[in-house]
């Protein structure tokens, strides 16, 4: 086979997958159950007054954050003033973000097909040319799309850290990766919730029932594994290479705990950053002068939440799919 | 007319503590353009039909054919040929009319233009064109019916499913949806429903299905119902009894019982009891009735014979009730209502 066959090959492949990927771009851009949804999120006064509430509070906190500082100092004249109060504004902006996506995508998404079922239409829309997949597709994009909208609009509170210094363009964009990949990977959690559960109630309640274990349980194991690693190795009077190898378990371990949690990879990346000017690739400082590689928390957290969010959502489809027996 | 939807050894299966057949080995055929009423008591297995055949429930053996495609195995095709509306309104509350037609228009892959044109035309066919930008949790419950049968046309259905278009409705809102079954109908849509309402299936079923236990235990035409479960026919007749001073019978309407007995073709004669003599007011006589209405006498006639031998049995009649001083006030063949037949063909099993 030549080499331009080959070429020619790779090209008919490209353009088929660029055609294929636009055609299902265009049938998202069209799915009816968007359309619907975002007009009930929308229409009354509702939306306005969620979004003006959520802009106080976030106004409020972040003028808090600059009150502070500017009674302690003088922002304006002193750089590293600036630079902190630039930190600590984009922190504080970025970790409220991270909790209205916590709070808010189990409260979008786990009623998206119970509801259906409480409503009685999902029968109806089962009856007609949709298939599962836009219906799944449609309630998740819908759901994310709203969480879009309300990080957008906390935008302009980010870019006044942006202004102040302190903060690089590469931890705008990462927070912005990492709280979009967290919107999605909870929505999709409260999707396949709401194509379990039949009752909105009770997938609402296992939506923040496992948001919270998320949130919260990977810290606790973390402390946990911390404590035991501390512990273990003094008792057993390891040799260098039990020791080597238990550190290693350790930090597998931990780099796990801290990769599936976007709260600790955000602070474990963020720390990365800070302590050793690294946004993607690291080593780890071992006994005997052993160096254990470590790739930046924030990338194995997007990969982690996007490859669960895959089969969540493939699941989602699948039960949604199920002729009843 | 070509077979719009066929049900073949049609057999569903529930576990419920114990396997229940809720339909069991339904064969049925029904023709296009034909108002197929789907008639039996509750648990009867019409709800579990319909839901095979509008590709929501798995059968356990067996398969219905809509516009010749496979509910089994071809559900999208069978899909685009019903339009299906459950025994429940299922409407999006938030909605505006005619957004709810909208997005359902949108989810049979319409183009917006044409979502457009016939969104008028069906809000027009269904009457709710002046509720058009109105929020369907403001229509009556009447009004949310059309709505959902509005819905059900929105793709061009060949085939109409329906599952009891008419249960909890007014008899105004009953009506209205009656006439819009017929209207489409004459469209060229055939029909298939379900229904309690025994009147709703006399007013307007070119064919009818009566099923129990699972099973389909009578179907046909109206007419060839009545044949099959009542197979003689019911003649009522009134007489008038005068009261002469010379007439030696005590009892003449007695001697004239007596006597259509003996007549061939005649299988039983009664007084006209009060049920089957409803529409017609024929009442046997009680004690406390008036002098006056004692006079009349009712009796049902039970024949077997075709038109000249009724036409003889009426002749034979007259002079016989004046040779016994009385005299015919009314002469007619009884319908027999649906109800009856329902009554006749089903036992009250229900699985």
Not at chain 1, 96 to 108: D, G, H, R, S
Not at chain 1, 246 to 252: A, S
Request: hydrophobic content about 45%.
């Amino acid at each position: 086979m030549t080499a331009s066959h080959t070429t020619a090959k790779i090209s008919a492949r490209l353009a088929d997958f660029t055609k294929s990927f636009r055609a299902h771009f265009a049938a998202e851009i069209q799915n009816p159950v968007v359309l619907k949804e975002m007009r009930a999120a929308m229409r009354g006064i509702r939306p306005t007054v969620l979004l003006t509430i959520y802009l106080i509070i976030m106004g409020s906190v972040v003028g808090l954050v600059y009150a502070s500082f500017a009674l302690a100092d003088d922002v304006t004249t002193s750089s590293n003033t600036s630079q902190t109060l630039g930190k600590a504004i984009f922190f504080t902006v970025v970790s409220l973000e991270m909790m209205m996506v916590c709070l808010l995508a189990p409260a979008l998404s786990a009623g998206s097909i119970s509801a259906e079922r409480e409503r009685q239409t999902f029968d109806l829309i089962r009856t007609t040319l949709l298939t599962a997949r836009s219906l799944v597709a449609g309630k998740l994009n819908s759901s994310i799309l709203f969480l879009f909208m309300m990080l957008l609009i906390g935008f302009p509170l980010q870019s006044i850290a942006y202004y102040l210094g302190g903060v690089t363009i590469e931890e705008v964009l990462v927070s912005f990766l990492m709280l979009g990949i967290s919107a999605i990977i909870f929505c999709t959690i409260g999707i396949i919730i709401s194509s379990l559960v039949k009752t909105t109630l009770a997938a609402t309640v296992v939506s923040y029932i496992i948001t919270v274990l998320v949130l919260f349980g990977a810290p606790f194991l973390l402390l946990l594994v911390a404590m035991v690693g501390n512990v273990i190795p003094s008792s057993l009077n390891p040799t260098p290479f039990q020791e080597i190898l238990l550190q290693v378990i350790g930090f597998v371990i931990g780099y796990i705990i801290i990769a599936i949690n976007p709260l600790s990879a955000a602070v474990a990346s963020e720390i990365m950053l800070i302590e050793q000017q690294q946004l993607f690739y690291t080593t780890l400082d071992m006994s005997y002068g052993w160096k254990f590689p470590v790739i930046s928390p924030w990338i194995s957290y997007t990969i982690f939440a996007i490859l669960v969010s895959l089969a969540l959502i493939r699941l989602a489809i699948y039960m949604v799919r199920q002729v009843e027996k | 007319m070509s077979e719009m939807i066929v049900i073949r050894d049609l057999t569903k299966q529930y576990y419920q503590k114990r396997w229940v057949k809720a339909v069991d080995g339904l064969n049925l055929t029904v023709q296009e353009g034909d108002i197929f009423g789907f008639v039996g008591p509750n648990g009867a297995g019409k709800t579990s039909t319909i839901r095979i055949m509008c590709t929501l429930l798995q059968a356990t053996r067996g398969d219905i054919f809509v516009a010749g495609h496979s509910a089994q195995r071809e559900p999208r095709s069978v899909r685009r040929s019903i339009g299906y509306m459950p025994d429940f309104f299922g409407v999006y509350n938030d909605m505006l009319v005619w957004e709810y037609l909208d997005f359902f228009g949108a989810c049979y892959d319409l183009a917006p233009q044409t979502r457009k044109g016939l969104i008028t035309d069906l809000l027009e066919l269904v009457d709710l064109s002046h509720r058009r930008n109105d929020r369907v949790e403001g229509l009556s419950r009447g009004m949310k019916q059309r709505l959902s049968l509005a819905r059900t046309l929105i793709h061009d259905p060949q085939v109409l499913v329906l599952d009891e278009p008419a249960s909890g409705l007014d008899p105004r809102a009953r009506v209205e949806i009656r006439r819009l079954l017929v209207e489409l109908a004459r469209m060229g849509k055939t029909i298939f429903f379900s229904t309690h309402i025994l009147a709703d299936v006399a007013e307007i079923c070119t064919k009818v299905g009566i099923i129990e236990g699972g099973r389909l235990v009578a179907s046909g035409t109206p007419a060839e119902l009545q044949q099959l479960v009542l197979p003689h026919r019911q003649i009522q007749v009134e007489i008038l009894q005068q009261r002469l001073p010379d007439n030696p019978e005590p009892e003449p309407q007695q001697a004239l019982i007596a006597w259509l007995k003996n007549i061939p073709g005649v299988l039983d004669v009664e007084h006209a009891a009060e049920n089957t003599a409803g529409e017609n007011g024929l009442v046997a006589p009680q004690e406390n009735d008036s002098e006056d209405r004692k006079q009349r006498v009712r009796l049902q006639i039970n024949f077997n014979g075709d038109d000249s031998a009724v036409s003889g049995l009426l002749k034979a009649l007259v002079e016989q009730a004046d040779l016994n001083g009385m005299g015919i006030l009314q002469f007619h063949e009884g319908s027999r209502n649906i109800e009856e037949i329902f009554m006749r063909a089903t036992k009250g099993i229900v699985t």
